[in-house]
C-alpha cells in the first residue's frame, strides 16, 4: 500500500505541472482574447476560386 | 460556397452594402455608392486582397463620413505616449478601431502587409476591437500606418486617456483569474483527498489518514492566504471604517475553519473542513469575477479629454506644426479644419466661423461667429478652415470648468444595496448565535462541546450562497439588458435602477433623433422646382443644404453659375438660366410675417416666392408610447440646452410648464437635478452631449443615449443605444424583477443556513455535512437566480 503515497505524489506534481500551464497562458495574455483565434483558424491562406478546383481535382 | 450571396447585391453598394444612388459609381463591374467605397475596393484589388468581400457579403464601413487629419503623429513626443514599445527598428503600437464587425474585418486587418510590407505583424482583438500593429519604423511612420487604415476603411480612435485605463483593468483581472485557478486547483485535490475519509477506512489504512490531512493542510494554505487574501483585508478596513458587511462573516468563517481543521488534524481528532474552506474560496471568487466582468469596448469614464483631439494645428511664422493638446497655452494661434473640434476658448482671428455647438450646448442649429469674437472649446466648425487665438488654456475653459466642479471629484454615493444593509444584521445574528450556543454549551459545563458548537456556527453560516445572489443575479441582468443594447457600467446600477422614480431628458440628440429630421413644404412647388433647388442646394456646405439635398434624394442634374452663400444667411445662383434663391426670410427679402419656430428654408425662383421648407426635429421611436407609459408612476422633467422653438410641441409630453426648462448651460443641469435630489427624489438622468456630463454624473442612473456606441459618450453609469430608447421601462421593471429575485435567494440561503445551524448549535455538525450543504446550497443559488431572471426577462419581452 506504501504504492499510494508514490502515486499521490506523482499525481500532485502532475496537477502543479498543469496549474503552472495555466499561469504561463494566463501571463502571455492566451485568455485575453478568447474569440478571435476561432475565427482566425478558418481562414484559408488563399481562398481563391481556382485554389478550391485544384484542391478537389487532388482528392478526386 | 463562397460565392453564394443571400443578398440582394444589385441594389447594395459592394463594399459597405448602403443602397445605392440614382447614378452609382462603377469600378469592376461592381458598384459602389460613394467614391470612398469604390476607393476601398480599388486599394484592396490592387494589392490582391479581394477575399475580403469572399468571406462575408458587403463587409465594408460606409466611407462618407469626413476623416480626421493625423499630422501630429509625426510628432515624436506624442507618438511616445501612444506607442507600446519601441525600438531602433521596430514599434508596437495598439490601435482601437470602432469599425471592426465581422470576419472579413479580421482577415483584412491582420494581411496589411500585403499592403505595406514595412507592417511585419497585425494581431486583432476582436472583442476589444484593437489591432496590434508591428511596423519597420525605417520604412514606414506611424502617421503612414494610420492612413493606411484609414484608406482601406478603417479609421482608428485614437485618445490619450483609454490607453492608460485598458492596462489597469486587465492586471487586476488577471489576478482574479489567477487566484481562481489556485483557489480551483486546491479544491479539486483536497476533494479527492477527503474522499477515503468519507467513505471510511479500515484500520489498516488509518495511517493514511494522517497523510492525507496534512496534505490538506498543504493545500488550505495557498487557498487562505492567497485567494482568500482579499476577504481578509476587506473585513478589516471595513471593521476599521466601523462596517459590517459580508465581508466579516465570511472573514471569520474562513478563519475559524482553516484554524479547527488544523487543530483537528494536528490532534488527530477528525478529518477537519479544508474542503469546505477551498470549496467556499472557490465559488465565491467565481462570484466575484462575475461581477467585475466589464465590457473592454465601451468606455464609461470619458471627460472632455477623450472629446477633444489629440493634438491641435498650431501657426508660428507662418509654418504650421502639431502640438499635443495639454502643451496649448494662451496666445498660441491655431488653425481648424473643416470637421474639426475647437479644443479651447478663442478669438476668432481669419475665416468664416460656422460653428456646431449641438454636443456642448444642445443648440441643433449651427452657430456663425464673426472675426474677433470668442468661440467657446467643443464646437466643431462646418465652414472651412479658421485661424483662431487661444485666450485660455484647455483646462479653463467654459466647457471644461464643468470637470472642476466637485460633483467630479467625489465618489457617487450610492445608496447601501440591499445586501449591504442585510448582511450587517446577518453578521450580528450570526455573532449572537454562535455566542449563545457557545455559552449554553458552557453552562452545562461541557468545554468542548462549547468550542465545537461555537465555531460549527461560525463555519455552517458563513454566508456563502448570500453572497453569491447579488452577483450571480445582477451578472444575469445585465447580459440581458446588454443583449437588448443598454450597457450598464457595472452591477451595482441595477440596484441604483429598480429605486428610480423621477427620469429627467436632454432633449437634442436624446428624445429627439439626429439621423432622422422630417421635411415638409409650405407652399406649391413642382418637381421640376424641386430639381432646381436640390442642384442649388448641392454645391453648399451648411448643413441646412446637405440635410435639404439628403432629403429630396434626387440625382443632380444641372450645373450652377453664379453661385454666391452668404454664411448663414442664405444662397443663390442660376440654374439653366432661371434665377434660384434659398435662404432665411431676410435673404429672400420677405417681410418678417410669420416667422416659423422650426428653422426654415424659404425658396425664390425668377423673383417668385414659392414657400418654405420646414424641418421638424423627429422624435425617437416610440418616445410618445415611453412617455406615456413612465409618466403612470414617475416624475418627468426636460432640461434642454436649447432655444424654447420646440416648447409647444413638448408640453403634451410633460406635466407642468416647471418641469421644462430650456437654454440650461451645464451648471444649471447639474444644479437642477440637484435641487431634485434634495427632494429625495432618485433621478435617472438621460443626456447625450458633453453639456449633460455634470447632470449625468450627479444624478443616480446617469445615461448616455447613443446612436453608435463606440462614438464618443460623456461620463456616465450606462450607455442606451438609441434603438432600444422606447424599451426603458421594461429595463425599469426588469431592475425591478431582479431586486425581487435577489430577496428571493436570500430566503433560500437562508433556510439553508437555518438547516445547519440545527446541528450546528448541538455540537454535533460532521465534516460531510458541511462539505455537502456548502456546495448544494451554492448550486441551488447559481440555478435558481439564472432561471428565475430569465423567466423575469421573458415576461418583460426582453428575451
Known amino acids: 500500500m506504501n504504492m499510494i503515497y508514490f502515486l499521490i505524489g506523482c499525481s500532485i506534481v502532475l496537477a502543479l505541472i498543469f496549474l503552472a500551464a495555466f499561469f504561463w497562458a494566463s501571463k502571455t495574455g492566451q485568455h485575453d482574447d478568447t474569440y478571435t483565434p476561432a475565427v482566425r483558424i478558418l481562414f484559408e491562406d488563399e481562398p481563391t476560386p481556382e485554389n478550391h478546383a485544384k484542391s478537389d481535382e487532388n482528392h478526386v | 460556397m463562397f460565392t453564394e450571396k443571400t443578398i440582394d447585391t444589385e441594389t447594395q453598394c459592394y463594399h459597405c452594402g448602403d443602397e445605392l444612388p440614382s447614378k452609382p459609381y462603377f469600378f469592376d463591374d461592381r458598384q459602389f455608392c460613394c467614391l470612398g467605397c469604390q476607393g476601398v475596393y480599388k486599394i484592396l484589388s490592387d494589392n490582391n486582397l479581394c477575399n475580403y468581400y469572399i468571406y462575408n457579403d458587403v463587409p465594408g464601413q460606409t466611407q462618407k463620413h469626413p476623416v480626421g487629419h493625423f499630422e501630429y503623429l509625426d510628432e515624436p513626443s506624442i507618438m511616445a505616449d501612444l506607442v507600446d514599445y519601441m525600438d531602433e527598428k521596430n514599434t508596437v503600437i495598439t490601435l482601437f478601431i470602432p469599425a471592426i464587425h465581422c470576419s472579413s474585418c479580421i482577415w483584412l486587418l491582420e494581411n496589411l502587409h500585403k499592403i505595406n510590407p514595412a507592417v511585419r505583424q497585425s494581431r486583432i482583438d476582436f472583442l476589444k476591437k484593437t489591432v496590434k500593429i508591428t511596423f519597420k519604423n525605417q520604412d514606414v511612420s506611424l502617421r503612414k500606418v494610420v492612413e493606411m487604415l484609414v484608406s482601406i476603411g478603417y479609421e482608428p480612435l485614437i485618445s490619450l486617456q483609454d490607453v492608460v485605463k485598458k492596462q489597469q483593468s486587465d492586471r487586476s483581472e488577471r489576478n482574479l483569474v489567477a487566484k481562481i485557478a489556485v483557489a480551483g486547483f486546491c479544491f479539486g485535490n483536497v476533494m479527492l483527498l477527503s474522499f477515503p475519509d468519507y467513505f471510511g477506512l479500515s484500520r489498516m489504512e488509518n495511517e493514511f489518514r494522517t497523510f492525507f490531512g496534512w496534505l490538506n493542510i498543504a493545500f488550505c494554505i495557498p487557498v487562505t492566504f492567497y485567494s482568500g487574501r482579499d476577504y481578509f483585508i476587506s473585513a478589516y478596513t471595513n471593521l476599521k471604517n466601523k462596517v459590517l458587511n459580508l465581508d466579516f462573516p465570511l472573514a471569520l468563517g474562513i478563519t475559524v475553519m482553516f484554524m479547527r481543521t488544523l487543530a483537528e488534524i494536528i490532534t488527530g481528532t477528525g478529518a477537519g473542513f479544508a474542503d469546505t474552506l477551498c470549496g467556499l474560496i472557490f465559488f465565491l471568487l467565481i462570484g466575484k469575477w462575475m461581477q467585475q466582468r466589464t465590457y473592454h469596448h465601451l468606455s464609461f469614464e470619458r471627460d472632455y479629454r477623450s472629446y477633444f483631439p489629440v493634438a491641435v494645428t498650431i501657426i508660428k511664422n507662418g509654418e504650421t506644426s502639431s502640438l499635443p493638446l495639454g502643451e496649448l497655452k494662451q496666445g498660441h494661434r491655431i488653425l481648424i479644419r473643416s470637421n474639426e473640434i475647437i479644443p479651447a476658448d478663442a478669438i476668432l482671428l481669419k475665416g468664416e466661423a460656422e460653428i456646431d455647438f449641438s454636443f456642448v450646448t444642445g443648440e441643433s442649429i449651427p452657430v456663425t461667429k464673426t472675426l474677433g469674437e470668442i468661440v467657446y472649446a467643443g464646437g466643431r466648425q ?120 423621477t427620469f429627467v431628458f436632454d432633449k437634442t440628440g436624446t428624445i429627439t433623433n439626429p439621423e432622422a429630421t422630417g421635411i415638409t413644404f409650405k407652399g406649391n412647388i413642382t418637381a421640376a422646382q424641386k430639381q432646381l433647388v436640390n442642384d442649388l442646394a448641392a454645391n453648399s456646405g451648411h448643413p441646412l443644404s446637405r440635410e435639404l439635398v439628403q432629403l429630396l434624394n434626387i440625382k443632380k442634374c444641372y450645373p450652377t453659375v453664379d453661385y ?23 435673404f429672400i427679402g420677405l417681410p418678417l410675417i410669420n416667422s416659423p419656430m422650426n428653422s426654415a428654408v424659404h ?25 406615456f407609459k413612465l409618466s403612470k408612476w414617475a416624475d418627468l422633467h426636460l432640461l434642454s440646452g436649447d432655444q424654447d422653438h420646440d416648447k409647444h410641441t413638448l408640453i403634451p409630453f410633460f406635466p407642468s410648464a416647471q418641469q421644462m426648462r430650456f437654454q440650461q448651460t451645464p451648471q444649471h443641469k447639474l444644479e437642477y437635478i440637484k435641487a431634485l435630489q434634495q427632494r429625495h427624489k432618485k433621478i435617472m438622468m438621460l443626456g447625450d452631449g458633453l453639456n449633460d456630463a455634470g447632470a449625468l454624473r450627479q444624478s443616480n442612473v446617469g445615461v448616455a443615449v447613443t446612436d453608435n456606441i463606440n462614438n464618443f459618450s460623456p461620463d456616465c453609469d450606462a450607455i442606451l443605444d438609441g434603438a432600444a430608447f422606447h424599451k426603458l421601462p421594461m429595463f425599469i421593471r426588469q431592475a425591478k424583477d431582479a431586486v425581487t429575485v435577489i430577496h428571493l435567494s436570500f430566503a433560500i440561503s437562508l433556510a439553508y443556513n437555518a438547516l445547519g445551524l440545527y446541528f450546528a448549535v448541538q455540537g454535533i455538525l460532521s465534516p460531510l455535512f458541511a462539505a455537502v450543504l456548502m456546495p448544494l446550497s451554492t448550486v441551488t443559488i447559481i440555478l435558481f437566480t439564472s432561471i428565475a431572471i430569465r423567466l423575469y426577462a421573458r415576461k418583460n419581452k426582453l428575451l
Open chain 2, 603 to 627: 425658396v425664390m425662383i425668377n423673383g417668385e416666392y414659392l414657400g418654405h421648407f420646414l424641418f421638424e426635429q423627429q422624435w425617437r421611436k416610440g418616445f410618445k408610447d415611453l412617455i
Open chain 2, 382 to 501: 462646418l465652414g472651412s478652415a479658421i485661424e483662431l487665438e487661444v485666450i485660455k488654456p484647455v483646462s479653463q475653459s467654459y466647457l471644461t470648468s464643468l470637470w472642476n466642479n466637485e460633483a467630479f471629484f467625489s465618489e457617487k454615493d450610492r445608496i447601501k444595496t440591499f445586501s449591504d444593509t442585510a448582511s450587517k444584521y446577518f453578521s450580528i445574528a450570526l455573532l449572537l448565535i454562535a455566542g449563545g450556543a457557545g455559552a449554553y454549551w458552557m453552562f452545562t459545563g461541557e468545554a468542548e462541546k462549547a468550542i465545537a458548537s461555537f465555531t460549527a456556527v461560525l463555519i455552517i453560516a458563513c454566508p456563502c450562497a448570500l453572497a453569491l445572489s447579488s452577483p450571480f443575479t445582477l451578472a444575469a441582468v445585465l447580459s440581458i439588458l446588454d443583449k437588448n443594447k443598454f450597457y450598464l457600467k457595472s452591477t451595482a446600477v441595477v440596484e441604483e435602477l429598480a429605486r428610480i422614480d
Open chain 2, 564 to 586: 454666391t452663400e452668404k454664411i448663414g444667411r442664405g444662397i443663390s445662383g442660376r440654374i439653366n438660366g432661371i434665377e434660384v434663391k434659398l435662404g432665411s426670410s431676410a
